[in-house]
């Protein structure tokens, strides 16, 4: 069996002092160490703060983006070498908002997928559908040119999976609507078969977590499918409770409860 992650998207919210209460409340509700691996995603302002908070624990912590070069005269981008300096593990790297609002193309994504490898870090790649390519049944459309973009970033055969995908389909997300269990598994296999053409061994090592209105109260069942490695959590991760809840949802199905 796979592990199972819970990752926290927190995109651009918060201050010091609500970085510091979530992520304390986090490691108080004994999360951690206990599976499933718990990661968040602060803004970079926040990234020292949770830090301090979560240093020598076991919950990690990434950046929500990071730049294609290593310095350089790149005002207001970040570098993977500046996230590690703040004890990143992660990077979220080509969120719908970020293909969407900042118009990242599948070959940016790639570049900086890379130059999160590069760096040490592990690239947690978003991918996914908007409702328009939905409604027209293009998912799968869609899904295959996203991921066939990053393959060549990939481990090759025999090695652990070095980079993480994170399936959101984009009418999803903040909206209230979830892609229904059945749905987001079926999508979640199709995923791992285009990485199966690939290395059917990083096929089964690789983690595909699920983003999207994810909630305390369908995570457990999201989460219970097989292909399902986890959730990419957006706005309920800024509320201690529900967060916690989704965590313990996570813990619950790892130990088949």
């Known amino acids: 069996m796979r592990a199972i992650m819970v990752a926290g998207n927190w995109k651009m919210n918060g201050l010091n002092a609500d970085a510091e209460h979530l992520t304390q409340a986090i490691i108080d509700a004994g999360l951690v160490p206990a599976s499933p691996e718990v990661v968040l995603f602060p803004p970079f302002t926040l990234l020292t703060t949770v830090q301090q908070v979560a240093k020598g624990g076991s919950l990690r912590w990434g950046g929500q983006n990071l ?13 993977g070498a500046m996230l590690r300096d703040t004890g990143c593990r992660y990077v979220l790297v080509g969120h719908s908002e970020r293909r969407q609002i900042f118009q990242e193309s599948d070959e940016i994504v790639l570049r900086k997928v890379k130059a999160a490898l590069h760096s040490g870090l592990v690239p947690m790649v978003c991918i996914g559908e908007t409702e328009q390519e ?38 999803a997300i903040g909206t209230g609507k979830t892609a229904s269990p059945a749905q987001a598994q079926e999508v979640h296999a199709f995923v791992r078969s285009l990485i199966a053409a690939k290395s059917p061994d990083i096929a089964r090592k690789i983690l595909i977590l699920y983003g999207g209105s994810v909630k305390a109260s369908n995570a457990k069942a999201l989460f219970a499918e097989p292909d399902i490695d986890g959730g990419l959590v957006g706005g309920a991760s800024l509320q201690a409770a529900e967060f916690i809840q989704i965590c313990q949802a996570a813990h619950a199905v790892i130990r088949g409860l």
């Open 67 to 79: 730049f294609w070069e290593a310095h350089g005269a790149y005002t207001g981008e970040i570098s």
């Open 134 to 171: 939905y409604l027209e049944g293009r998912t799968q459309e869609v899904l295959r040119r996203q991921v066939e973009a990053i393959l060549p970033a990939l481990g090759s055969a025999g090695q652990q999976a070095n980079l993480i995908l994170a399936y959101e389909p984009v009418w």
